[in-house]
């Protein structure tokens, strides 16, 4: 096993009061297949209590009432340790009142913002596309993101961002086909990429966990690991061979009723302590695929 995550034990996630599906912004939504509210709520309180059992910290934002899917919080902005946040500039109308908030949330929490864009114009970006892995920003992009960003965040920040081109619409952000594990292993669905950013795919990830189909359609990758525990929607056999070998616990939750907009356990749950320093570069650096 590599060395624990340097990051991944506060997190910031929105309380579904209003989480309902309104539109349709990706395969999995339907109008017609609404979540049940006690449900709903008794699922996120399982994930925020897991969360905590298992040693990390969760603050709590209230949900717009005009922002459905703002309890998918993984998107609201990219926050680093050092007191740095980068906001999401939503690609679809619909979501963008959430960044209002998130605004509103991530300087009154003493966060030095920053914009892809000023006034929401410029390059999309959606931090449910960014992970900090090795000794990079890895950043997917092409459904949410785009590529322009990339340099935005280099330059911004003077990191190093490493670049993988989503190319499948079942997996439009990358915290869907890629988890970091330890400072050496990931889930990855290779699939999700074109064919240059499956080949870089592999340069980063020391250690790959490849899912399969199933697994990686059953969202295993948007899980999230806290200290040695990894909090998942859904586990194989396999997998959790894999993970328990590696040291892990591994905790299952039915996390389905936040299926039917797309998201699972790593969408519900945005970090706020990505550690950026092995990613420090002099005036920024971006890696595309090639």
Not at 95 to 100: A, G, N, V, W
Request: with cysteine; proline share 7%.
């Amino acid at each position: 096993m590599g060395q624990s995550l340097g990051w991944g034990r506060r997190y910031l996630m929105v309380r579904p009061d209003h989480f309902r599906i309104d539109y349709v912004i990706n395969p999995y939504m339907s109008t017609q297949d609404q979540p049940d509210p006690e449900l709903t709520r008794k699922q996120w309180e399982s994930l925020r209590q897991a969360i905590v059992d298992a040693g990390g910290e969760v603050e709590v934002l209230a949900q717009r009432q005009d922002s459905p899917d703002m309890v998918y919080a993984m998107n609201l902005g990219l926050g680093a340790a050092d007191g740095r946040a980068m906001l999401s500039h939503m690609r679809f109308e619909p979501r963008r009142k959430e960044s209002l908030s998130a605004a509103a949330w991530f300087t009154g929490h003493g966060f030095q913002l920053s914009r892809t864009g000023g006034e929401g114009v410029g390059p999309h970006f959606e931090s449910g596309d960014a992970f900090a892995f090795g000794d990079s920003l890895v950043v997917g992009y092409g459904p949410r993101t785009e590529a322009d960003a990339l340099k935005h965040l280099a330059t911004e920040w003077n990191i190093r961002v490493r670049g993988l081109r989503i190319a499948h619409e079942g997996m439009y952000h990358l915290d869907l086909p890629f988890c970091p594990v330890d400072s050496t292993h990931a889930m990855v669905y290779p699939p999700a990429f074109d064919e240059a950013s499956q080949a870089e795919l592999f340069g980063i990830v020391p250690e790959p966990i490849v899912l399969t189909d199933e697994e990686a359609f059953a969202f295993s990758g948007n899980s999230l690991v806290v200290n040695e525990t990894i909090i998942m929607p859904a586990c194989s056999p396999r997998l959790r061979e894999i993970l328990t070998g590696l040291g892990l616990r591994v905790v299952v939750l039915d996390l389905t009723e936040f299926h039917k907009g797309g998201g699972s356990a790593r969408c519900l749950t945005n970090p706020l302590d990505f550690d950026l320093t092995p990613a420090t570069v002099p005036g920024g650096e971006v890696v595309l695929p090639t």
